[in-house]
């Protein structure tokens, strides 16, 4: 079994069309990458009693949980009191994370930079020797910032503690559309009901017109799946095949 993800995006900058969400994107491509399944993505408003809602049953739910968005210094940074709030424990001030802040801004420190000190009380630093700023990690929810360049600069610092077996991926490029092809991969899934196989219409390019991927974490599985699609397709369908 893989391991398993949830990711929530909080802002309401998102929801209101604001900002376009670039975070989710990333993160599931990555832990793709590392053999992580994601299997949901949501969007919520910074609202402290709703975050709490949402977050629980996110960390019950799956192995790990990422969340981004709402660490700053102001009115609407409130992911650290929402997930507090949901668990059931105080807000405190790391004494780590205060100390940095005030190395960091000296005589110009204030309560509102001060605040990006709080995190739930038995929340974890990680990646403290390599960040300046580490990633805060409270069971196995991970908060990350909703900023893309730090976002991306913290996960790829703490990503090994992540990786899983890795998805082994082919990809057939075939030049019939979905209507012809439909009942091969039904068929495929009855002989292969493991295999995670995907459609997707490509509009556009007169070289084919259907990109369908197979994956499984089971090397052999996965070319004996392709090896039936291969000899299952109509005649002079395949354009190209892809081995990743």
Known sequence: MSKTAGIVIIGNEVLSGKT????????CRELRTLGVEVQRILVIPDEIQLIGKEIVPFSRQWDLVFTTGGVGPTHDDVTMAGIAHGFGVKLIRHYDLERRLHERHGENIN?????????????ELIGEGSLYAPVVRFHNV?????????LHERFHVIKERFRDT?????????????GVIASTLNNLLVSFPNLLLG????????????KVTLESKDENYLDQALKKLLDTLPRGAIHQIERK
């Open 20 to 27: 376009q969400d670039m975070n989710s994107y990333f993160l």
């Open 111 to 123: 309560q509102a930079r001060l605040k990006m000190a709080e995190v739930p009380e038995g929340a």
């Open 142 to 150: 991970y908060i990350f910032p909703g900023i893309p360049k730090i």
């Open 166 to 178: 890795p998805f082994f991926l082919k990809i057939v490029y075939v030049k019939e559309g979905e």
């Open 199 to 210: 459609s997707y219409p490509v509009l556009g390019d007169p070289s084919f017109k259907v």
